[in-house]
């Protein structure tokens, strides 16, 4: 089973490169915007909420060809980028963590956002009266408190980034060794004659992967509960 | 001293105080939803006075005028909220040690035993908030609000949320702090028993304004 073929193995390693960047970059931008969407009122807030959904609805390939139109050699940001400070992205391994970070992005928000909105705020005031800044009462009540919440997300968010599929291969295509993940390997090796036995090892591992994250993911949720109240 | 003159509309009450308080217990008595909170929470910095003024010791925390406006968390003034608001994710030690952290003191080991003894918490330091019981985690609340070092405590009700036999419980420790600790209160309730035992000066809140003023006869009324 764990006899990996060279291709096989370096999708399953470009993909964890993949989703551990985008899991990472994505987290502290996933954390500002669950915190203004739990605790702030501005005008244009509900399309902040549908811009940060609209992947989840959007067919993969309309958003993958929205990040080649954007992010592509040719795009407005993607010839800023290269241009500017030689960031190619379009048909890289880093445009596929883009990719899968803008997919799984609302998947990352929606627990943090819930345990934002959890906390109670009067948490903070207390803070503020034992001489916190509204910065250090964040950082050392609200934060610590949605941690369950943060995590959580991130799992989501890293087990989304393992399977995504039509934005990473709109985007940047399947090169071997280069953006070729673990879905567009599968989905490369079942056209192919041989390349059944390959196919079924990498969704075996997909499903693992997946399987184990969304259990994780649960545990953080119900820590989170018992973090609340103070157990 | 702390000198208080504030003007606030909330919806359809306007809070209007003026007063002065030279330490020791200063209660505000009146019905619930009489702006006593709110006087207070302006006091922390919690909410700010529409028009007015406070000052504490000399210092100008509040000047409408002037436009200074010191943020809660540097006025150095204690909180004790009727629902305990202790963090959850802290056990007793660290929820006590919290406000010397943010203020950057140096630890003070004989002060925290003295806290600890004053509020009998030595048996719990190493609980989360989670497990223990409505009058513990109010001495909790209260020893962590000293260890911050307040120059005035200011109370919302503190025993509000507990039942009578809580009440008589935690009674005593009020006074041990008014008597030990060398802190000036001001002390929100709408139970006369209570400002009876604890309060050195009394002001009778009516209706957002500040109807009488004096010792505890001002508790019974004409």
């Known amino acids: ?231 | 001293m702390l000198r208080v003159e504030v003007r606030k509309v909330l919806g359809a009450t306007t809070v209007e105080a003026s007063f002065t308080s030279e330490g020791g217990v200063t209660a505000l008595f009146g019905p619930s939803g009489a702006g006593k909170t709110s006087i207070i929470n302006m006091i922390a910095g919690l909410l700010r006075p529409d028009r007015g003024l406070i000052e504490i010791d000399g210092e100008t925390l509040d000047d409408t005028v002037r436009r200074v406006h010191v943020p809660a968390h540097r006025r150095r003034i204690g909180y004790v909220f009727q629902d305990a608001r202790l963090f959850p994710h802290l056990s007793v030690e660290q929820n006590l040690d919290y406000g010397r952290r943010m203020n950057r003191l140096p630890i003070d080991a004989a002060g925290q035993e003295r806290v600890a003894r004053l509020l009998d918490l030595e048996a719990l330091m190493q609980r989360r908030p989670g497990r223990l019981s409505g009058g513990e985690k109010q001495r909790v609340a209260l020893g962590r609000a000293l260890l911050a070092r307040p120059r005035l405590l200011l109370m919302d009700e503190p025993l509000g949320s507990l039942d009578d036999e809580r009440k008589s419980d935690i009674l005593p420790y009020l006074i041990r702090l008014r008597d030990n600790a060398g802190v000036p209160m001001v002390y929100v309730s709408h139970d006369a028993g209570e400002v009876r035992r604890l309060a050195t000066q009394v002001f009778r809140v009516q209706g957002g304004r500040i109807t009488a003023k004096g010792g505890v006869e001002v508790l019974t009324p004409r």
């Open chain 1, 1 to 231: 089973m764990f006899d990996f073929s060279e291709t096989a193995w370096t999708a399953i390693t470009l993909t964890m490169r993949i989703a551990v960047v985008a899991t990472l970059v994505a987290t502290p931008i996933g954390i500002a915007i669950a915190w203004l969407l739990a605790r702030k009122q501005f005008p244009g807030k509900i399309v902040v909420e549908a811009l940060v959904h609209l992947p989840l609805v959007l067919p993969p390939v309309v958003t993958g060809y929205l990040l080649l139109l954007t992010f592509g050699r040719r795009g407005a940001v993607g010839s800023f980028l290269a241009d500017n400070f030689g960031i190619v992205l379009s048909f890289r391994w880093t445009g596929a963590a883009l990719a899968c970070g803008i997919m799984a992005f609302p998947l990352l928000v929606r627990p943090i956002r819930l345990s934002f909105e959890a906390i109670d705020m009067r948490l903070e005031q207390a803070a503020t009266t034992l001489g916190a800044s509204p910065l250090r009462a964040f950082a050392t009540i609200t934060l610590p408190l949605a941690l369950p919440g943060i995590i959580a997300g991130m799992v989501l968010c890293f087990a989304k980034a393992i399977g995504e599929f039509g934005a990473t291969i709109t985007f940047v295509s399947s090169i071997p060794g280069e953006t070729q993940t673990i879905s567009s390997a599968v989905y490369a090796l079942i056209q192919t004659p041989a390349g059944d036995r390959e196919a079924a090892q990498l969704i075996g591992v997909s499903m693992v992967l997946a399987f184990g994250a969304l259990l994780l993911s649960e545990l953080f949720a119900r820590r989170a509960v018992a973090r609340m109240r103070g157990e």
